[in-house]
Each structure stands twice: as structure tokens, then as C-alpha cells.
């Protein structure tokens, strides 16, 4: 994050420089300094520049001397103003987040980031076990949303009641010995029975599925909604956001971009050949050659076998994972709370292709999804049209094995 260098912080963290910049007046009352979102740090992480300062806290993300000449430059700024006092901003953290499957490899740093959004009030903590220990280590940072802790399936709706985003981080990763269908077999019963236990509890919840494979579990999480009566299209998302961050990173590498600047659509799925980079329509425009974009195309799309072979089958994706998840989560609150300006790509269920289910370019508002953003579904190169054509039978055969598997086993009343 060395590009955030300026007076205005990122937040998926509740505020910069806590304590260091806002400090006791001389008549003991807090006080802060509210500024303005800057675009560009907008489109560096998906996240909303944080709004406010907050005086709780004697720790700082930044070095003390970076907030020292910040706090300067507020104090000169206003002494201009001829500003005797300032007002405190307080972050407006009212949003309840549930994540399911804290206590795992996505889970844990997953729920971190989203303890530090300054927009959640309560973050409530589900797993089978070991999420106790999760709950009270987080429950120690002070950050204004309240920990919750949940265990086993009798706990699970009071972990359910009143959220307004559910994150579904739980299942388990391919080990070694266990087949492909072993892994969705397991994975895809996980998501069952907790998008079961959504419907019943918090129906109007955006749902945010990472549960792999994302290209079945997000149909299923679809005909359970269906059967339980509640099914909203625009509330359920097939988290992708990680292909976008890779190709992104990849390819401000690739390009001596700054990382800052760039922004790379990705369509299609989440696995293997139905990851589609638009790298034609990559902002700023650049230009690469054939042998780039197959180059980058590939790593994007296997860049997840790249993490589990460095990790030596000692673990996969799972922090970029987390900050990828965190960011959509934090893009969802902000639409939650009124953002008009908020953008991500996300697999859904869709019109633009002949698909039910596709990851585009999507535009969040309150609502959920409030419209596709169908620009970047034109002008294809010829050689994203053959990768187009070429992903959609692998992309139909996960949907269709996800609703299948709905089909063949009864939901529970």
C-alpha cells in the first residue's frame, strides 16, 4: 500500500493515525477533521478513502512521524481559516456483518480487515469450532464494531438475525488424495445448509459466496433461495474480486504501471479457463503484444496453483483471498450507505450472455446489483472473443452440476 501516502488514508481500516492526529482540545473535548474521498484511491483498492479521524487509541497504521507533519498540515490549514475549533466526525459504523467459516485460513484475516471498516457496528463470527479464540483476539483491537461468537449449528441463527452482509468463506481446500468431486461434494453440502440457515433468518442480506467452486456454489446458493421463497437476484455475488486484484497487480508489474492507476475488467468465472481478463480494455490504456496477453492471461488464470506451489502444499490463496473478500465487502457498505460511485466485477446471475450465471463489471447500489455495465462486454479482441467461447461450455457444466445437485437433495424445511 505504498502508493497511500498522502493525508487521506485507505480504509478497509476505521481511521489513519489514531490518536496522533486527533488529540484533547484544551478544554478536554475530542475533535477531528473531516476530508474528502480522493478518486483515485478509489479505483487503487476499490475502498473508500476514510472520512473521518478518530481520537481513540494510541496506536497508528502510519509512522508517528508521518502523522506528526499530517497533524501539522491540519492545524496550518485551519489556522488559515481563522478556525478556533473543529467539530468531531464520527464514522457512521451501523452495519451488521456475519462471517461464516471464521475460523479458517480465509476466515481469520477475512474477519480482520472487517473488523477495521469504520462501517460495521457488529461483526458476528460463525464456525464449527475454534472460533472463540478467533472472536477474543479480534475482540482486542479497537476498532468500533463489536465481536460475536457463534459455534455449531445450534448457534447459527442467532449469528444470522439482523446482518446485513453474509460472508461465506467456509469449506475446505483440495488435499491431497481427494478428487474434484470429493471437494465439491463436501464444499457444495457446507453451502447448503448455510444459505438454508440465511434464507430463514436474514433473507434480504446480501450474500457474498467464496465457498469454492464459486462457478456451482453460487447456482446452489441460488435454487435453495428459490425453494425457500426468498430468492433476490441482485443480493447474491459470487466474490471474484481476487482475479481483479491479481490482473491488476500483474500487470502494473508487467507494464511499469503504478498500481495506483490501474484497473483491469475480468469476466466469466472464478476457475481455470473462465477467468477472462479484459486486458484490451485495461485502464490507462497500454498496449501489449500477443505474446503478453497470452502470458498474463495464463498467470491470471492459474495464479492460484502459483500460491500453493510457494506455500510447497503447505496452504493456498488465502490472504489475498481475505483482502479481496474485505474489499467487497467494504464496496457493499458503502452502496449500503448511500455511495452512488461504486463498482466491482462479480459473478451473478446475468442477461449478458447466454449463461444464467457470469462475472461482469457490476454497479452496487443499496439494492444490490443496480446495473451491468455492458461497455465493457463490447469491442472484444479477437482473441477474447476465442477465450469467450471457448470458457462458456466449461462455465455451463459448473452451473448445471450446482443446480443438479440442489435438485437431488431436499432442503430442509
Not at 457496528?121 to 463489536?146: E, F, I, M, R, W
Not at 446458493?221 to 441482485?234: C, F, M, N, S, T
Not at 455511495?339 to 462475472?359: K, M, N
Request: charged fraction near 20%; charge should be neutral.
Amino acid at each position: 500500500m505504498a502508493a497511500a501516502t498522502s493525508a487521506t488514508a485507505l480504509s478497509i481500516g476505521s481511521t489513519a493515525c489514531v490518536g496522533s492526529i486527533a488529540t484533547s482540545h484544551a478544554n478536554s473535548k475530542s475533535f477531528g477533521v473531516r476530508f474528502n474521498s480522493s478518486n483515485y484511491l478509489r479505483r487503487f483498492s476499490g475502498l473508500k478513502a476514510a472520512s473521518s479521524i478518530d481520537s481513540e487509541g494510541d496506536t497508528s497504521f502510519l509512522a508517528k512521524e508521518s502523522c506528526a507533519s499530517i497533524q501539522k498540515s491540519f492545524v496550518s490549514r485551519a489556522q488559515k481559516r481563522n478556525q478556533r475549533s473543529w467539530t468531531y466526525v464520527q464514522p457512521q459504523a451501523s452495519y451488521k456483518v456475519a462471517v461464516l467459516g471464521a475460523a479458517g485460513g480465509i476466515g481469520q484475516p477475512l474477519a480482520l480487515l472487517v473488523k477495521m471498516s469504520p462501517l460495521v457496528s457488529a461483526l458476528n463470527l460463525y464456525d464449527v469450532a475454534n472460533v472463540k479464540g478467533v472472536a477474543a483476539d479480534l475482540s482486542h483491537c479497537n476498532t468500533p464494531s463489536q465481536v460475536s461468537n457463534f459455534t455449531g449449528d445450534k448457534e447459527l441463527a442467532s449469528c444470522l438475525k439482523g446482518v446485513n452482509v453474509v460472508v461465506i468463506p467456509a469449506g475446505v481446500p483440495r488435499k491431497p488424495g481427494m478428487t474434484r468431486d470429493d471437494l465439491f461434494n463436501i464444499n457444495a453440502s457446507i453451502v447448503r445448509s448455510l444459505v438454508e440457515a440465511v434464507a430463514d433468518n436474514c433473507p434480504d442480506a446480501f450474500i457474498h459466496i467464496i465457498s469454492n467452486p464459486v462457478n456451482s456454489t453460487v447456482p446452489i446458493a441460488a435454487e435453495i433461495l428459490k425453494q425457500k421463497g426468498v430468492y433476490d437476484p441482485k443480493k447474491l455475488f459470487g466474490v471474484t474480486t481476487l482475479d481483479v486484484v491479481r490482473a491488476n497487480t500483474f500487470v502494473a508489474q508487467k507494464k511499469n504501471l503504478r498500481l495506483i492507476d490501474v484497473d483491469v475488467p475480468v469476466i466469466g468465472g472464478h476457475a481455470g479457463i473462465t477467468i477472462l481478463p479484459l486486458l484490451s480494455k485495461t485502464k490507462p490504456s497500454v498496449t501489449f503484444t500477443d505474446e503478453e496477453v497470452q502470458e498474463l492471461t495464463v498467470r491470471i488464470q492459474n495464479a492460484g496453483t502459483e500460491v500453493v506451489e510457494a506455500k510447497a502444499g503447505a496452504g493456498s490463496a488465502t490472504l489475498s483471498m481475505a483482502y479481496a473478500a474485505a474489499r467487497f465487502v467494504e464496496s457493499s457498505l458503502r452502496a449500503f450507505d448511500g455511495d452512488s460511485d461504486v463498482y466491482e466485477c462479480s459473478y451473478v446471475q446475468s442477461e449478458v450472455t447466454e449463461l444464467p450465471f457470469f462475472a461482469s463489471r457490476i454497479k452496487l447500489g443499496r439494492e444490490g446489483v443496480e446495473a451491468v455495465v455492458k461497455s465493457d462486454l463490447e469491442g472484444f479482441t479477437k482473441y477474447e472473443e476465442k477465450a469467450l467461447e471457448a470458457l462458456k461450455p466449461e462455465l455451463k457444466a459448473s452451473i448445471e452440476k450446482g443446480i443438479n445437485f440442489v435438485h437431488k437433495q431436499p432442503v430442509a424445511a
